[in-house]
């Protein structure tokens, strides 16, 4: 079964750090895990609820689960047709990530207007939010081919979390060739030392 959970920064890093292949356990106050069973509901919430709330994001990630794992949950109807949750107790995630397929993949996201991202501790990003931290990347580009390999390694949690950003940024300081270009380095510098977890859709 294709499933889909809108998640904030927060958990997309948890989940990131499980190399994408399960969800984190749920809060004290948190009885259910509710993937849902359509995209544009995901894309819904993401948008609609994630990016008014917390760190101001909302990313839509998308997942496969054994059919048969799958239907021992029950379906809820919480609105309109189209708003259709599988609902896991909290107590079976950990069961039921072990029955998802593959990994968990980040198709898009939502930003708020004030949207800061992740602030990085350390080298050149450091103390940068996620609009500077382009421009940041982007000056490493022209220069020796392993920097902006080494800034990606050492912070690879915010260039995972804010791709979706800066591919959604204006060209108000950057010709929309020179943007296309930055993104382009960055995901081959990506793809060089994570080879194995895709950044973006």
């Not at 994630?50 to 809820?76: C, I, M, P, W």
């Not at 000056?139 to 791709?163: D, I, K, M, T, Y």
Request: proline letters at 5%.
């Amino acid at each position: 079964m294709i499933l889909f959970r809108p998640v904030g920064l927060e958990e997309l890093l948890l989940i990131s750090r499980t190399g994408m292949r399960r969800f984190p356990p749920r809060l004290p106050d948190q009885p259910i895990f509710y993937p849902v069973l359509n995209r544009g509901y995901a894309e819904q919430i993401a948008r609609d609820w994630n990016t008014k709330s917390g760190t101001l994001a909302g990313y839509v990630t998308e997942f496969e689960v054994e059919d048969s794992h799958a239907r021992s949950f029950e379906v809820q109807q919480v609105g309109g047709r189209e708003h259709l949750e599988l609902w896991v107790p909290a107590e079976s995630l950990d069961v039921f990530n072990d029955h998802i397929q593959g990994t968990i993949r980040v198709l898009g996201a939502f930003f708020g207007a004030s949207f800061a991202g992740v602030a990085p501790s350390e080298s050149a990003l450091k103390g940068l939010n996620a609009r500077d931290q382009f421009e940041a990347l982007r000056a490493l580009v022209s220069q020796e081919p392993g920097a902006l390999q080494r800034e990606v390694a050492v912070n690879h949690e915010a260039v995972f979390a804010h791709l979706f950003f800066w591919e959604q940024l204006g060209e108000e300081s950057v010709s929309a060739r020179e943007k296309a270009a930055a993104l382009a380095a960055i995901r081959a510098a990506w793809s060089a030392v994570f080879p194995e977890m895709p950044l973006g859709a």
